[in-house]
């Protein structure tokens, strides 16, 4: 007869059984649709702010660092994506970085400050902040820089997570506190979404949400946004630059981004 521990494995291990190749998506897929229903207020009232900002030369400026840096990426200069998006990123805040560089940096109050003065922030400008547990001091000391300086702040946070988990600001704060609003990323503390059956620890999770969504919902707010700035004649949409004709269309949206974008010039 096993050990104690054994037969808590063997059990924990029968009920993770049913792991497969669609376990990640059978969790991801419902919870991509109910994020989006559960903000539709919040991206809405976003995407009308963009239809009024943008025609005026304001820009959408994004910030994340570690993995949520691939929010700002995903968003920037792509087929598909706005022309007035402007990432807030830094190499030594990008995970390629290594993790004990980026995870001392993100609890540095004032280290993604550099970052943001490079774009040259404007007052009236939008700031989109992504940070799954909202709680680490670079990027909530930055949601309060940008405050200060006239930009509409905005969360793309889990909820879930942050409240459970105290701020490392030393405000006490944490993103979601901090920010003119909030977009609910959903999910779950820590992350990872799927519980597996692990020998050493009895249970591990696996299958973050965090990319996914904040990618999702940024995407929902654009769409929608860009549909009315095209429909109204202010061209924005960049399109592939592997096809001959997106190739001469986005020159044409480079040279009028590159007045407010440094990485175009």
Known sequence: MGSKDDR??????????????????????????????ANETVLKKLAAALVKGVPAGK???????????????????????????????????????????????????????PAFNRVAPKKGEMLWLASNSGINAAVVELALEAGKRGLKTVAFTNLAHSRAVPSRHASGKRLFEVCDEVV?????????????????????????LSTLSTVLLGNSVLVLAMAELEKKGHPCVYTSVNTPEGETRNRKLEAAAAKTDFLLR
């Open 59 to 113: 820009r959408l400026l994004v910030f994340g660092s570690g993995h949520s840096a691939i929010f700002p990426m995903e968003l920037y200069h792509r087929a598909g994506g706005a022309a007035f998006v402007v990432p807030v990123v830094a190499e030594y805040l990008l995970p390629t970085a290594g993790p004990s560089v980026v995870r001392v940096l993100e609890r540095t109050s004032g280290a993604a400050t």
């Open 8 to 37: 808590v494995f063997e059990t924990i291990k029968m009920k993770k059984s049913k792991i497969s190749i669609y376990s990640y998506a059978d969790t991801a897929l419902p919870h991509l649709g109910k994020i989006v229903a």
């Open 184 to 208: 609910d990323i959903g999910g779950v503390r820590g992350d990872a979404a799927i519980p597996l059956a692990s020998r050493d620890k009895g249970t591990v999770s696996a299958g973050p």
